[in-house]
């Protein structure tokens, strides 16, 4: 393709191996964490390996598409553009186009085309393709920039400074093409916002109250890495004299996940893995959004939205992620991957002795010999190491590849 762009590896080496072969490929993620551009990238890529291939692309965000509206026009406009060669069929934003699966569906069984799209709404996977390609399909997300792809989309260089700015304007890829200025950012990223929850959160969702829904996402702001129930959000509420039903609370908190701007963390035994019902805990996809929307202050928030790059990191990396829960302690994540685990504490900086104890005695108490770290931003101390278990510093951490192996 012309368009020139970043290439972000980790998400087209994802799909690579899945080419050409019978499933239905799907990039998901929040609006504007730059899958267009990932699909994009995966057009050369075909092209690189099948140069006489027929690419088929539609973009539902551009008006010159907009006749594709349904299935049964769907499937006349790819008909009309199939050949002889290897054909290949990339939709971007295919959700809003009514009744997708059925066409896709048709399409995988007559074995037309080769099919990658791109969706903004988790509800399309749970509801209409697991109904309808139960098994067909392979979904890959794709996340706002890691630290790694900050530093390369606007040529920085490690180091603390670049760390904060990662902290506090986010990793929204279309950040490199505007100055580092907070400012001009939170304006972008205030109008990312606006069109997330008018798209996929409100219209998608056919959300009425649009005024709570904007104190819900600022008390989610507030509250980034809190024990979060439903009923203790409606007893704020009620001190607010505002009364909202519970399970209008938690429709709007669903909605808001499957939009993918918001992450729901349930919490989990640390000994069992039994999962519990209640008590879990809410990160945003994107930390300049968190920051756009509500006023920042670095001394008082910088604890959560390490807890929050953190999660999002592991979510990057294929983890499956777990609020531990220890007796009484708690473990910040329990993350599981191919039979492994890792035990995370986060922690600014560790002031004192009871502070030390406090970060990892909750992981000295777990009786097994998966990695355990306590992740800070200061300098390491005892030699990084504490009872076995490793204290280690969140650039490294965000930078490391092999998470496991720190």
Known sequence: MKEKYVNRPIYTEKVRPFIRKQLIKILTGQRRVGKSYIMLQLMDTVKMQYPKANIIYIDKELLSYSEVKDSNSLYDYVSARLTSRPDFLFIDEVQ???????????LLNENKCDIYCTGSNAK???????????GRYIEIPVHSLSYREF????????????????????????????????????????????????????SREAIRNVAFLENLVAYLADNVGSLFSAQ????????????MPTQTIL?????????????KVQRADVNGMKVFEIGEKYYFEDLGLRNAIRMFDYRKDINKLMENV?????????????????????????????????????????????????EFGGLME?????????????????????QGIKQVHLRDFLLAEDKGKL
């Open 124 to 134: 399309m996977l749970s509801g209409e393709l697991a109904t309808h390609l139960g």
């Open 251 to 263: 429709n709007y908190l669903r909605a808001l996940c499957n939009s993918y701007f918001i992450c």
């Open 96 to 106: 809003e186009i009514d009744g997708f699966q059925l066409c896709l569906r048709s």
């Open 310 to 358: 953190v999660y999002i990191e592991l979510l990057r990396h294929g983890y499956n992620v777990y609020i531990g829960k220890n007796d009484t302690k708690e473990v910040d994540f329990i993350a599981e991957k191919d039979n492994e685990k890792l035990y995370i504490q986060v922690a600014y900086m560790l002031y004192d002795e009871q502070t030390v104890q406090r």
């Open 366 to 386: 777990i009786a097994n010999h998966y990695p355990k770290y306590v992740i800070t931003m200061d300098t390491l101390q005892n030699g990084g190491s504490y």
């Open 232 to 243: 203790n959000i409606n007893k704020y509420l009620k001190s607010q004299h505002i009364n």
């Open 151 to 202: 530093l390369e989309f606007n040529s920085l260089s490690v180091s603390d400074e670049s760390l904060n700015q990662y902290l506090t304007l986010g990793g929204m890829p279309y950040l490199h093409n505007l100055s580092l200025d907070r400012n001009v950012i939170y304006e972008y990223l205030r109008n990312v916002y606006s069109t997330i929850m008018l798209k996929d959160v409100v």
